[in-house]
């Protein structure tokens, strides 16, 4: 079971390099390179940022089996991994430095079944949201979690954030998809956890605890998520108001009526004013601020005549949206306002309880005012969840890797009216390396203390992913 | 601090008692005797079987910080508390012995807030199913959990064992209605965690470790749930068949639709058959086997129009029951067959995956005939839950508190039968201490060991509820 002899490595990560070879040869991996210089980041990381340094070793095993090699190998030399799917996380829970070994979960990527009877689907993590969405759109069915990176990012990527989306408010979050997991633990070993039917309750949920961990306990290496049959109907309504405070308003009209749209985003006016600028889309011609919604289901022209009504009354003006106009309209707010190189920005995911959402954005001048800098937010308005963006153009001759310091500051008052009005820090991104100062501003020290505790509960030797959420 | 000088105590309850009276004379506080008896049992405790020896110790605490108290005189003197709502549930989770204190939450039975801006209600554990949704129903508003006991049991209850219930396949089961928890650990802290908006991914997710974890973990004290508007219309549809297997295999039909029911109920032949015999109702003579179904929301005409073709094409006759008939039908569903003490029983709660259940209704006459009993079920086609019932009747002279091994024994092999199709022992009753060796047949040992090792990261001195679910 021994090595073969190595010439003396120099650190963990070499020995455990060369014990993989000799090991473990089908399984891919790549040393610490400028090529592996990627995988110190994700999707959050600004790509001005990428040093010409070494990133990680990075794995791609194709099996469980192979995760389960890796693991052992990994505690055999004291180097922790960083589980990782498409890296397009926001909060650098998948970034990994040059003594870290990455597994990749590129290479899991089978749709293991499609069972339309149980409803349900398994796969691997590497599956693309997107790729499961394709292969089930034909069937008449869909997986519901619509993180907005759904067309590249990974459902293991998915898992390990709890990943929300759009139509969250009325088919949950990922972890109410989630039924069953198998887990590559840090003794190596394969569990299988929660149940294959949809019910189901045998002492502590394990799959509920996995979901959203930020792969701090284990690697996902198969999931059982829930399909639905696609709705029978979908109809886009937008809905343009004359300010930014009488649309947030109107949020409280949606949820004071009968109607749970599948989709309900809120963008105010300097969002539409920044769309426009960058697409010359005309928006702001047709108000200041706009719910853009989608309705789907049963008796949509009931839905929609009681939901119409209940807006129009709030002040706005609403129209039914034809296919395309809706497409195009979707496209906007997917593709939204672009901010090129001549800004500093910081963006931000806090969730405020729903009927806060007004008085947030209520808020957004005076930080501004107070910073010198534009405050603007696009809100998941049917679950509270907002991404605030804080930007400020770059004046000639400054750094632009060297925002001032007031852009953070406007970013972390933002965060701080979330909180004061029962919000939290992290709606849907979650916390990674980035959100764990302000994460220690919301959670009372004894919830970060029983974190961690279960933490080291399940990962005594802090294999997986450490530095990382908690 | 030190307690008043007591006459030596003779047991750590006994010391616990005392310091009790000592140091919170207002907390409300029952000692063992034969007037707590009935606290040593739950509702799946046959009355026959409580008998004259004394029960656990009961205390009553009236605020968090009551609760908080008598967790710290428990671990002070080395006395384990079972922490208990209503007592309703079957599988003995909430049963004491005369050496433990229970901590009831009776009387933390307030409904602290109502909130339909946000989607929430706030409550302590104590307030009853009913009584929230008593509270909800002229708002417009309901909570969506429904297990069987709802008029009885309590929401820190129904959390305690993550209930299910009729709705669960459309609205989910309590885990899905959980946003946050307020919580008192081992050491006696209080601890919030979850969130108050919709969307929140803070590090690991305790509040839905605590959902389902049968008071191991600790006591919630006060819990903050989603509310949903009332849907706009409800409509119950009867679809009697000629056969068990004929109504079995139609819940694929069901599937294989685009309506989702909000209660899909599936009760075979000796079920109304039982029922008939008990309530003189007539079932029999309208079919063999009948799916009741609950439709609720939008379009109520289309999903009607759309599910009746479904089930008349699988054979079934369809009918829209008005709303007397309907509600007849669903009170004998509930009330159902009697099991007088004439008869010899057991129940069971397993679960399979949905395409599987013809399959388990299919092989109940083979385990019926093997054993010489009846074997029949109600089944919540929705989420794959069924709760068979096996029943004879006790012959002259027999002991009815010694029922024959067949029961069990027949019993245990609808349990195999489940576990075969890659279903669950318990569906939303959970372990207790009636169903853990079952479940070690279930669950891998790594994944026990993994539970156990979440319960001493949080409970080291195994203060809460030993020797139950794990």
Redesign the interface.
Known sequence: MSAAPVIAPTTGLDALLDDARAEAPHIEVLRPSAETAAFAFDAGTAPRRVSDGDGPAVAFPATPAEVQQLVRLAARHGVSIVPRGAGTGLSGGATASADQLVVSTARLDRIVEV??????AVVEPGVLNAALNERLAPL?LFYAPDPASWRISTIGGNIA??A?GLR??KY??T??SVLALDVV?ADG?L???G????????????V??F????G??GIVVGATVRI?????ARRTLSAFFASTAAGADAI?AI??????PSVIEFLDQPTLEGIDAAQGSGLRDRGAALLLIELD????D??TA?LSAALTAAGAHVRVESDADAEALWELRRSGRRFDDDQWFAGGDV?????RIAEIFAGFPAIADRHGVSVSAVA?A????LHPVISLRIPPGADPALPPSAVHDAADDVVRAALAV??????????GTVKRDL?AV???V???E??L??????DPSGLFNPGK??
Chains 1, 2 share one sequence.
């Open positions: 069972a339309p009877a149980d409803e349900v008449g954030t709890n929300g969250c408010a949950g979050v972890r109410e633990l070993s569990v299988s956890v149940h294959r039917s949809i019910k189901g309750v045998t002492g502590l949920d394990l509920s605890l979901v959203g961990s930020e701090v306990l639905r049959p696609l709705p029978v409280g949820t004071a009526s009968r109607v749970r289901g049963f008796g949509i009931e839905q009681e969730a405020v309880p729903k009927s998941h049917g679950d509270g969840n029962g919000g939290t820090v992290s709606g849907e991104h979650g916390i994460a919301e959670l009372d004894r919830v970060r029983a974190q505790a279960l933490k080291n509960a399940l959420a908690l």
